[in-house]
């Protein structure tokens, strides 16, 4: 909790008014979205604070496809638990990747957020390769892109390279996709590169403009 506590003491001592965005205008095909407030931006990416949290996910094997692990998460989501409930789907899909030893971006994790109702008494998978896990609040440097996630090599280069030179401390052995319309979408897509800030007071509050 002490970063996003430091940073909302640091946004009221500046008379700093950022909003809770509940539901995003890029969020439209579900009832509910992970839930943050916008800290700061500038041409190059966003900072968000995003609350604290549960979410499904599932391990991306080396031998399946991507789309195989969200599959899993899905058959959660259409009663595959316990108690057998239908839980409503929320976005964005989280894609984690990391480099292999070869130089490759390889994903190895898919992750859904739960509706915030199951936050206190989230539904327990069937599937033993389906997980449960709490996350405490987060800060998050965020690229936005549309169009379909193909070649991943470009975007998170840039953002990498632009957080380095705005020397902000980030993790660097990982990033996520976030995609936010589901695969029958062909216009208006709306995606991100998420880096997970590594600080206590994101470095954007001392040089760029707030988001009123």
């Not at 109702?117 to 539904?123: A, L, S």
């Not at 069937?126 to 975007?155: A, E, M, N, Y």
Request: proline share 7%; hydrophobic share 35%.
């Amino acid at each position: 909790m002490l970063p996003v506590l430091l940073m909302t003491l640091h946004l009221l001592s500046q008379g700093v008014l950022a909003q809770r965005d509940l539901k995003p205008y890029f969020c439209s095909e579900v009832k509910e979205c992970y839930s943050f407030v916008r800290v700061c931006k500038d041409s190059e990416y966003e900072t968000r604070a995003y609350e604290p949290s549960v979410w499904v996910g599932s391990r991306v094997q080396p031998s399946e496809e991507k789309y195989r692990a969200v599959d899993r998460l899905k058959d959660y989501f259409n009663k595959k638990n316990v108690p057998g409930i239908q839980i409503e789907r929320t976005m964005p899909l989280l894609t984690r990747y990391y480099l292999d030893i070869n130089g490759r971006l390889t994903p190895n994790f898919v992750y859904y957020v739960l509706p915030r109702r199951h936050f206190v008494n989230p539904p327990r998978p069937r599937d033993i390769s389906v997980i449960l896990g709490r996350v405490s609040p987060l800060t998050i440097h965020v690229k936005t892109f549309g169009g379909w996630i193909t070649s991943l090599r470009q975007k998170p280069q840039e953002m990498f390279e632009d957080l380095l030179r705005q020397k902000e401390n980030f993790i660097r052995d990982y990033f996520f996709t976030a995609e936010y319309n589901g695969p029958l979408t062909i216009l208006g897509r709306h995606n991100e590169i998420w880096y997970l800030d590594s600080g206590f007071v994101p470095r954007c509050l001392g040089r760029r403009r707030y988001l009123q």
